[in-house]
């Protein structure tokens, strides 16, 4: 059978991404690449434990931190870990319209954090907390820059796959696709966890 | 494709099928729960801090292990560790991890030495 | 079938840069981490014409730290990983029994990101000076450095770094997915398991140094303080996660000579390895204990006793699982009919050589001797015996064993042997003197020394060894260039071996294997050959092969990366926006277009088979 082609209901397989050996392969890289990302995000958490408490003469995490905004931003990001699960739930269904709209919603709650990430930074770098100012500084941006740009790596991701999928149905080889953007979105989602608890929760107790 | 005809063979097919709804149902019940632990230890974690009621100490050690636990069904539950097939990613993930403590450890412990 | 269509044919030089064939692609990084070899060997060649004599004034100062800078990195990066990467490309798959790696495309994209790295990081000689912080770049050296040196050396390695660790993911997924039935893990040919564990360790190493490279760029173009003491920085940040990437990069490389020694000792002494399964277990442990030693490059840091210790421990125990290695190589020539060619020869004399490095590196690993051997010759001495003697070895052992079925040719063997003594005996006159300018007190990394401290002869040999192991290598190239005459084309066994990769024609057809093999025991091909069968059992019908089509762009997403880089180095964001936009679209057109690849026919694979061509 042709991998482009549309699956029915009666052909259809059990593990739709994993049902060609390209899937497979997909399927065992990604993991091994998200292995590879956990190291990746180590080092920069290590780098900011290292450097934490560095932050000169401008504010302190403790002073600077506001849990209200990062509950906000931790319930919009474990929302659409959730949406985007409800959506390989679809794909094992082969309801290609559900999976759309779960997936459009994981990538609305996604552009509401980045959102809120963007409006944390500008208020941080008012109050003199920048880039620059400090290896706190340099430490904090890092780490928390690399999950965002995680997570708009992941908007532009989804946003190009649903565009090219609309209307084609699930195939064999859009399926993996899918597979593996979950994957990815709840991967960003465990960086953060460690993040809001490591970075801001952390911070407020000095 | 598949042209359905009257035979044993579409018993079982239907079979099957009724099993694998089955388990999806099942799946989305679990997906629900994890989902509803998460945000409740997402929600201890904040108010253990935010209370400001337990010692410092403790409520590091405390919200670090409610993070390892949400990191658990996000991996087990809705990345799917938990099913068949995932004996090398788990290889992967776990390895991953060990070098990633490793890497933690000496970056905060290793280099304000005097 | 409707894809067939969508396949052209390409030639020439359009073949080369759009190929997604493993085989094509082991030539490629075989040809590129070659050229380099060259450069960083003619690097080394000037240091040690520098310090031929005392108080020389031929190399000094600043060029002088161009030199060693250029040459670590571009022997390390450019030169031995790519050399690796070639012979994983070109034999693993053909070992495995498989029609080709699992990923062709990111296969491409690896080696051109790797060769556009290397280019502009060697451009750097042409553009204001080459890097001179060592290979290591340890900060402040690195970030106070003015001018754009080492904004190419972070630059040009994250780009082939990227590269690599997209090689080291593909090799990890086609060796666990794509073996051929009967191809069990404890069946794979050893140097198959030593590409698995590298491909590992590339996987948990290289993230830490991509972070590293952005830290220290962000240092350097956008004024961060992660390494400046003044603003809350430490450098000793760049020295942990350069060494929790270096260490296991050290057996990133000797773990695939590891490999090819095994496959050529046993080989040529015509018999089964000694100790399969000790080999195996061997190579595993040494990879995981690879990541628990970093510290001992940090002993004189002053991180602590107990640091120290550990870490101390860990070390030594890495020799435990090395010996195993060294005596199942001698247990499997014992006993064995040898043949001494050329492939063995190098084997045979990596064997003591490696020994010898391994020694001086449990000698370093005891703490308080390595505060004084610390940054001295001596140090230079056992790395390049492990590094020179033990993978350079390995690697020209796997030239002259692999050649025939890579390039469908075999080398000259009496040249060969040239090659192996001059290389052999130039490479103990440059570096065993060399243990002993380390203990009289000579430190690495300076340009000139002074006479009258008895270090004049030592060096001189030293310099005259160097220039003997450039002359084996001129032999070497001499001998491919003859090579090409139709005189020396080969048959498809010529060693009589063991493995897969013998049981094909040569030329190696494209898809590898008209039929896929079916595996019935360790040497898949040696077990048939004492079968009586003298070739594989195909283990399915003949039928259409499915072949991934060519593509230009990885070519272009790794211009697109080069030109980026350029744009960081000068801070000009808008090279730095087109380069990285070039990436976005080449990404977006590949993930737009739809390629599903094209399928040979049944009765092309029959006539093939026919021909004596598949």
Redesign the interface.
């Known amino acids: 059978m042709n991998a482009g082609e549309r699956l029915t209901d009666a052909n259809f397989p059990a593990h739709p991404e994993k049902a060609t050996l390209e899937g497979k392969n997909k399927f065992l890289g990604f993991w091994l690449f998200l292995g590879g990302e956990t190291v990746l995000f180590a080092t920069l958490f290590g780098t900011y434990l290292g450097l934490r408490n560095m932050h000169l003469d401008g504010p302190s995490g403790e002073e600077l931190f506001s849990l209200p905004l990062v509950f906000l931003a931790t319930m919009l990001l474990l929302t659409s870990s959730l949406t985007s699960v409800y959506a390989v739930l679809s794909l094992k269904q082969n309801k290609v319209r559900s999976l759309q709209g779960w997936f459009l919603v994981t990538l609305l709650l996604g552009l509401g954090f980045l959102g809120l990430e963007i409006y944390e930074f500008v208020h941080y770098v008012h109050e003199g907390h920048t880039f620059t100012s400090s290896a706190f500084g340099s430490a904090f941006y890092s780490l928390v820059g690399f999950h965002g740009a995680h997570v708009l790596f992941g908007v532009l991701w989804i946003t190009t796959l649903l565009a090219r999928n609309w209307n084609r149905g699930i195939t064999l080889s859009n399926a993996p696709k899918y597979y593996l953007f979950a994957l990815y979105w709840h991967f960003v989602d465990v960086v953060w966890v460690f993040i809001f608890t490591v970075v801001y929760l952390m911070g407020k107790v000095g | 494709m598949a042209n359905h005809q009257q035979n044993p063979e579409t018993t079982v097919h239907r079979h099957e099928e009724i099993q694998r709804k089955l388990a999806l149902k099942e799946e989305r019940k679990h997906h629900n729960v994890s989902f509803v632990m998460m945000i409740l230890l997402t929600i201890v974690a904040f108010f253990a801090i935010w209370s400001d009621k337990i010692s410092d100490s403790f409520a590091v050690l405390f919200i670090l292990t409610l993070a390892v636990v949400q990191v658990f069904f996000q991996l087990y539950v809705w990345m799917h560790l938990s099913h068949k097939g995932h004996d090398f990613p788990i290889w992967g993930m776990a390895s991953g991890i060990l070098v990633a403590a490793i890497t933690v450890a000496s970056l905060m412990g290793l280099i304000w030495t005097s | 079938m409707?894809?067939h269509e969508s396949h052209k044919k390409r030639s020439g030089l359009m073949d080369w840069l759009t190929t997604v064939d493993h085989k094509k692609i082991g030539i490629l990084y075989l040809l590129a981490g070659g050229f380099f070899f060259l450069i960083g060997g003619l690097e080394a060649i000037l240091m040690r014409i520098q310090l031929m004599e005392p108080d020389s004034k031929i190399f000094t100062g600043e060029l002088y730290n161009q030199l060693l800078t250029m040459h670590g990195t571009t022997m390390i990066f450019l030169a031995a990983m790519p050399i690796i990467f070639g012979f994983m490309n070109a034999i693993v798959p053909l070992q495995l029994g498989a029609r080709d790696v699992?990923?062709p495309y990111v296969n491409a994209v690896g080696f051109w990101l790797f060769f556009f790295g290397g280019l502009l990081l060697n451009l750097s000689w042409f553009l204001g000076g080459a890097p001179e912080a060592g290979w290591t770049a340890y900060a402040p050296l690195s970030t106070v450095a003015e001018d754009t040196g080492v904004d190419f050396y972070v630059l040009g390695l994250q780009i082939a770094g990227a590269g690599t660790?997209a090689g080291g993911?593909?090799f990890?997924?086609t060796i666990?997915?794509?073996r051929a039935p009967g191809m069990t893990f404890m069946r794979m040919p050893l140097f198959t398991w030593a590409s698995f564990v590298t491909s590992?360790l590339i996987?948990?190493?290289?993230?830490?140094l991509?972070?590293?490279f952005?830290?220290l760029m962000?240092?350097r173009v956008?004024?961060?303080?992660?390494f400046?003491p003044d603003?809350?920085?430490?450098i000793?940040?760049w020295e942990?996660?350069f060494w929790?990437f270096g260490h296991p990069e050290v057996y990133i490389l000797i773990l695939p000579a590891f490999g090819i020694i095994s496959e050529v000792v046993s080989t040529f002494s015509n018999k089964r390895l000694f100790g399969y399964s000790a080999m195996v277990f061997a190579t595993v442990l040494i990879g995981f204990l690879g990541?628990?030693v970093w510290?001992h490059h940090m002993f004189t840091?002053?991180?602590?006793p107990v640091?120290n210790s550990i870490f101390a421990v860990a070390t030594m125990a890495i020799a435990i699982p090395t010996g195993v290695k060294i005596f199942n190589w001698i247990f499997t020539m014992w006993g064995g009919q040898i043949r001494f060619s050329t492939a063995m020869l190098f084997a045979v004399g990596f064997i003591p050589t490696f020994v010898m490095g391994g020694v001086t590196g449990v000698m370093l690993s005891v703490p308080a001797a390595d505060y004084q051997y610390h940054d001295s010759y001596f140090v230079v001495a056992h790395f390049h015996y492990v590094i020179v003697g033990g993978l350079i070895l390995g690697l020209f052992s796997g030239l002259y064993y692999w050649y025939p079925r890579m390039f469908n040719r075999v080398l000259n063997e009496t040249l060969g042997k040239w090659n192996f003594w001059l290389f052999f005996i130039g490479f103990h006159l440059t570096f065993f003197p060399q243990h002993w300018l380390g203990l009289m007190g000579m430190p690495r990394r300076v340009y000139t020394y002074m006479s009258g401290q008895e270090l004049d002869g030592a060096n001189f040999v030293s310099t005259i060894g160097a220039i003997l192991m450039g002359a084996g290598t001129i032999v070497l190239l001499i001998n491919i260039v003859i090579s090409a005459s139709s005189k020396y084309a080969t048959t498809k066994d010529p060693w009589d071996g063991r493995t897969l990769e013998w049981a094909m024609p040569v030329p190696t057809p494209e898809y590898n294997f008209a039929q896929t093999p079916l595996v019935r025991g360790l040497d898949a091909l040696y077990v048939e050959k004492t079968a009586g069968n003298g070739e594989m059992t195909p283990a399915e019908p003949v039928g259409e092969i499915h072949m991934p089509n060519g593509s230009i762009l990885p070519f272009i997403l790794s211009l697109g990366m080069f030109i980026a880089g350029f744009g960081f180095i000068y801070a000009n964001w808008i090279v730095a926006g087109a380069g990285l936009g070039l990436v976005l679209i080449t990404m977006?057109l590949r993930?737009?277009i739809?390629d599903?690849g094209y399928h040979i026919h049944k009765e092309e694979v029959e006539a093939d088979i026919k021909g004596g061509r598949a």
């Open positions: 409707a894809t699992a990923f660790l993911i593909n990890l997924v666990i997915n794509m590992g996987l948990f190493a290289f993230p830490a991509t972070v590293g952005f830290l962000f240092e956008f004024d961060a303080n992660f400046n603003m809350g920085g430490n000793l940040i942990h996660i929790i990541f628990m510290v840091v002053g991180l602590g640091a977006f993930s737009v739809d599903h």
